[in-house]
């Protein structure tokens, strides 16, 4: 009998998946370990994996659609095998999106036989209301568009206007496979609910720019992000401490340091210091002698690690990532960029695993590749604070002569957790953090 792949429990705070992407279609054949599916999750979105050699018989889930939890998304076995019978019953209309189209369209149309509130479209009177009542007209008068759900996405994602497809689903609805091949129509201020994009005259670019009045839905991801920067701003009392350092000696060590390693190493392609890796080896240097910083909020106690487990912000399509280098304060610097540019190219190609992106005990946040002077960076639960790095700034200082010279400086901040850290606790970290950065080789020590 047929092997079913169900939705697997990606991360630990993940009740439901998505698919974005398959990346084989029914009738593949398939071998153990051949990537089948693209899963985002709360946090990320991850490859399914097959485990079984045979042919993808079925898929049970679209694209953009999502599962529950061990819910089948497709069936894999020998050709012309037998698809084991999953249910009976037809599905209530909230779990439409957890079958196929096909099955999907024909199910919508006997649930809109009493619900059709919650669709927002009017039956006509072949499925059984009162020809009285006005047929296909909204209260705003314009006509309405009998669209499945699924359709409405991709039309919507794909800017497809909707009145100029013959729908070929039970009483002309409009299902996927009627959207194939229909091109983009850019949206005119003369449809109904319709926004101006902008007209190209003379060669001149659209007065409105980039500009498109349009509602997307919320990632698993962007949920996420927001439900937990809500739970941080709302139940960690912050704090913020902010401290300008001299940026010149960290720019002149990481120089030197990556002109050593391009001479002694026999690759093509040596490895190449940032000053974001400077700033994760400063960071868990610092953390060993303020352990206070290195803390989470327990209702039992404070939890003093062990370890210092570093997390930074990777800037994503959707969003933030927050990958983790585990005990970060062991490590040499070299071996830090290393793990930071390898979770870095994971996080981009959307290969982390929950296991690189939990368990942090102190964040570093940098927009100073984005030429930001400061910023105040929210924590990340469950740490007791996080430090938020700017941009190198060419300024006028003064030297220790009295004179006025040409320098670089940097921006550093520190959002504390009030509960763990007192005000004194993180005035001496960031004032430990500014001497391990303003003269490097002391982290040497």
């Given at each position: 009998?047929?092997?079913?792949?169900?939705?697997?429990?990606?991360?630990?705070?993940?009740?439901?998946g998505?698919?974005?992407?398959w990346?084989?279609?029914?009738?593949?054949?398939?071998?153990?370990?051949?990537?089948?599916a693209?899963?985002?999750?709360?946090?990320?979105?991850?490859?399914?994996?097959?485990?079984?050699?045979?042919?993808?018989?079925?898929?049970?889930?679209?694209?953009?659609?999502?599962?529950?939890?061990?819910?089948?998304?497709?069936?894999?076995?020998?050709?012309?095998?037998?698809?084991?019978?999953?249910?009976?019953?037809?599905?209530?209309?909230?779990?439409?999106?957890?079958?196929?189209?096909?099955?999907?369209?024909?199910?919508?149309?006997?649930?809109?036989?009493?619900?059709?509130?919650?669709?927002?479209?009017?039956?006509?009177?072949?499925?059984?209301?009162?020809?009285?009542?006005?047929?296909?007209?909204?209260?705003?008068?314009?006509?309405?568009?009998f669209?499945?759900?699924?359709?409405?996405?991709?039309?919507?994602?794909e800017?497809?206007?909707?009145?100029?497809?013959?729908?070929?689903?039970p009483?002309?609805?409009i299902?996927?496979?009627?959207?194939?091949?229909?091109?983009?129509?850019?949206?005119?201020?003369?449809s109904?609910?319709?926004?101006?994009?902008?007209?190209?005259?003379?060669?001149?670019?659209?007065?409105?720019?980039?500009?498109?009045?349009?509602?997307?839905?919320?990632?698993?991801?962007?949920?996420?992000?927001?439900?937990?920067?809500?739970?941080?701003?709302?139940t960690?009392?912050h704090?913020?401490?902010?401290?300008?350092?001299?940026?010149?000696?960290?720019?002149?060590?990481?120089?030197?340091?990556?002109?050593?390693?391009?001479?002694?190493?026999e690759?093509?392609s040596?490895?190449?210091?940032?000053?974001?890796?400077?700033?994760?080896?400063?960071?868990?240097?610092?953390?060993?002698?303020?352990?206070?910083?290195?803390?989470?909020?327990?209702?039992?106690?404070?939890?003093?690690?062990?370890?210092?487990?570093?997390?930074?912000?990777?800037?994503?399509d959707?969003?933030?990532?927050?990958?983790?280098?585990?005990?970060?304060?062991?490590?040499?610097l070299?071996?830090?960029?290393l793990?930071?540019?390898?979770?870095?190219?994971?996080?981009?190609?959307?290969k982390?695993?929950?296991?690189?992106?939990?368990?942090?005990?102190f964040?570093?946040?940098?927009?100073?590749?984005?030429?930001?002077?400061?910023?105040?960076?929210?924590?990340?639960?469950?740490?007791?604070?996080?430090?938020?790095?700017?941009?190198?700034?060419?300024?006028?200082?003064?030297n220790?002569?009295?004179?006025i010279?040409?320098?670089?400086?940097?921006?550093?901040?520190?959002?504390?957790?009030?509960?763990?850290?007192?005000?004194?606790?993180?005035?001496?970290?960031?004032?430990?953090?500014?001497?391990?950065?303003?003269?490097?080789?002391?982290?040497?020590?």
């Amino acid at each position: 009998m047929a092997s079913i792949i169900e939705m697997p429990k990606l991360s630990d705070t993940m009740s439901v998946g998505t698919v974005v992407k398959w990346h084989k279609k029914k009738g593949d054949e398939v071998v153990n370990g051949d990537v089948l599916a693209e899963i985002e999750t709360d946090k990320a979105t991850m490859e399914l994996e097959n485990f079984d050699d045979g042919v993808l018989l079925e898929i049970f889930v679209q694209e953009g659609n999502e599962a529950p939890i061990g819910s089948p998304l497709a069936a894999v076995g020998e050709a012309d095998e037998e698809i084991p019978v999953l249910t009976s019953d037809i599905p209530p209309k909230d779990n439409l999106k957890n079958i196929p189209e096909a099955e999907a369209v024909e199910i919508e149309n006997e649930a809109d036989l009493t619900a059709n509130a919650e669709t927002d479209e009017q039956p006509t009177p072949e499925e059984g209301i009162s020809s009285s009542e006005p047929l296909n007209i909204s209260s705003t008068g314009a006509v309405r568009i009998f669209a499945s759900p699924l359709a409405k996405k991709i039309a919507k994602d794909e800017n497809i206007d909707l009145a100029s497809v013959t729908g070929t689903g039970p009483n002309g609805r409009i299902v996927k496979k009627d959207l194939q091949g229909v091109e983009s129509t850019a949206l005119t201020a003369t449809s109904p609910n319709r926004v101006d994009q902008g007209v190209v005259l003379s060669g001149l670019p659209s007065s409105n720019g980039k500009l498109v009045e349009k509602v997307i839905p919320l990632s698993k991801m962007r949920s996420v992000i927001a439900s937990r920067l809500l739970q941080s701003k709302t139940t960690i009392p912050h704090f913020y401490l902010q401290k300008e350092i001299n940026s010149h000696p960290l720019r002149l060590a990481r120089e030197v340091m990556n002109e050593k390693l391009k001479t002694r190493s026999e690759s093509d392609s040596p490895l190449r210091l940032t000053i974001n890796d400077l700033i994760l080896k400063a960071c868990a240097e610092t953390i060993k002698w303020i352990p206070e910083i290195n803390t989470s909020w327990d209702e039992n106690g404070i939890h003093f690690h062990g370890n210092v487990d570093l997390a930074f912000g990777v800037a994503v399509d959707d969003g933030l990532l927050t990958p983790v280098i585990r005990n970060a304060e062991s490590l040499p610097l070299s071996e830090i960029s290393l793990q930071a540019k390898s979770l870095i190219g994971k996080a981009r190609d959307k290969k982390l695993t929950p296991e690189e992106m939990s368990g942090s005990t102190f964040t570093v946040t940098n927009l100073g590749m984005f030429g930001i002077d400061f910023f105040s960076g929210i924590i990340n639960p469950p740490n007791a604070a996080i430090l938020s790095v700017g941009a190198c700034i060419q300024k006028p200082i003064i030297n220790p002569a009295g004179g006025i010279i040409s320098g670089e400086t940097m921006m550093l901040g520190l959002s504390c957790d009030h509960r763990l850290v007192d005000g004194a606790v993180g005035a001496r970290f960031l004032k430990l953090l500014a001497e391990n950065l303003e003269c490097p080789s002391s982290m040497l020590i």
